[in-house]
């Protein structure tokens, strides 16, 4: 009985998905994009960042938002799922976050091995900035 307790409560855990870390991470096999999925997803809108965030001017241009400050960048999508940026905000070297899809429409957003949700109700058309 108490492994079948066991095994309950780790199935829905896993359906639940888990937090850690401030990290949220969903159970739900994610898909990656192509480059012209995420021009389609990000060019016109507003990503979401913890403390501002990324407008997408056109498939080369942008401007990041963080902590009170702006800056204008060029960016660029990739075929592994990622897109890229500079900016001095966050030192000047060249930052890639990869961006996938869950089947719930959701993303998930990871950079330098932490993953984070990103509903797709807080990609906002638009320069939200």
Do not use: H, Q
Request: aromatic fraction near 10%; hydrophobic fraction near 35%.
């Amino acid at each position: 009985m108490k492994i079948l307790n066991t095994s309950v409560l780790f199935a829905a855990s896993l359906t639940i998905g888990c937090a850690a870390g401030g990290n949220v991470t969903e159970a739900a096999p994610s898909s990656p994009l192509t480059k012209t999925e995420i021009n389609t997803l990000l060019v016109g809108n507003t990503f979401p960042f913890s403390k501002g965030g990324m407008y997408f001017e056109s498939e080369t241009e942008a401007t990041v938002s963080w902590d009170g400050k702006t800056e204008n960048t060029n960016w660029y999508a990739t075929d592994n799922s990622e897109f890229c940026y500079t900016v001095e905000l966050f030192g000047g070297n060249e930052e890639c976050l990869g961006l996938e899809k869950f089947a719930s429409g959701d993303y998930a957003r990871e950079f330098e091995g932490n993953t984070i949700i990103v509903k797709a109700s807080d990609i906002k058309p638009g320069n939200s900035l």
